[in-house]
């Protein structure tokens, strides 16, 4: 089994920055694609950046040039790190992860974190 836990949400200023941090434990051989969701009150979870396990990166529109996502295998972390936000950012977001679990089968499991919440003042 796995689990995903993010941290590092909270209350900014419209402008400020914030760095999240999504945790992977338990029985991990290797993390592949990973993702950031939000969800908004009343709107359906999007998705807001993805990468690769070769490190290839992709972002949604909204959040080009201003939200960027990074891992560190090594220590089985996701980032994100969030500048000049702002109050349409306001979400609870979610990790994502496709793990490989065993080193004899290359069976993929998806797995989700409980989330965090990011609220953007005005």
């Known amino acids: 089994q796995v689990q995903l836990v993010e941290s590092g949400g909270g209350l900014v200023q419209a402008g400020g920055s914030l760095r999240l941090s999504c945790a992977a434990s338990?029985?991990?051989?290797?993390?592949?694609?990973m993702e950031w969701y939000r969800q908004a009150p009343g709107k359906q979870r999007e998705l807001v950046a993805t990468?690769?396990?070769?490190?290839?990166?992709n972002s949604a529109d909204s959040v080009k040039g201003r939200f960027t996502i990074s891992r560190d295998d090594a220590k089985n972390m996701l980032y994100l790190q969030m500048n000049s936000l702002k109050p349409e950012d306001t979400a609870v977001y979610y990790c994502?992860?496709?793990?490989?679990?065993?080193?004899?089968?290359?069976?993929?499991?998806?797995?989700w974190g409980q989330g965090t919440q990011v609220t953007v003042s005005s």
């Open positions: 994502h992860a496709d793990v490989r679990t065993l080193p004899y089968s290359t069976r993929l499991y998806s797995y």
């Open positions: 338990g029985t991990i051989y290797s993390l592949n694609d």
């Open positions: 990468i690769t396990s070769g490190g290839r990166t």
